[in-house]
């Protein structure tokens, strides 16, 4: 499993949990984008967003706050990859 492999999975977890999805454990594997099971509010996002940074150790730039990023979960898992290997 590559490392986006993981963090995709952490992602569908950690959103299922703040967002407080009841999916089965085939219904997370298949989520790609939040907006598909769910709407989402800025306050909302806003959750995501400090869930996401605290959990991986980030902190999410301008291009990454994009709502087509934060919605679409392999692009995100893409991003935080991306972030946690420039901060190594």
């Known amino acids: 499993m590559s ?3 993981v963090i ?3 992602l569908r977890q950690l959103s299922c949990s ?3 999805l009841n999916l089965s ?6 989520l790609i984008r939040l907006d598909e099971v769910t709407g989402l509010d800025s306050l909302t996002i ?15 730039t ?8 934060l919605l679409d979960l392999p692009r995100l898992a893409a991003c935080v990859a991306s ?4 901060s190594c």
């Open 3 to 5: 490392s986006n492999d």
């Open 25 to 30: 454990p085939e219904e997370m594997a298949g």
């Open 62 to 69: 301008t291009a990454e706050l994009e709502i087509e990023v």
């Open 46 to 60: 806003l959750n995501l967003v400090a869930a996401v940074e605290k959990e991986f150790r980030i902190t999410l």
């Open 83 to 86: 972030l946690q290997e420039r």
């Open 18 to 20: 703040v967002l407080n």
């Open 8 to 10: 995709l999975q952490q």
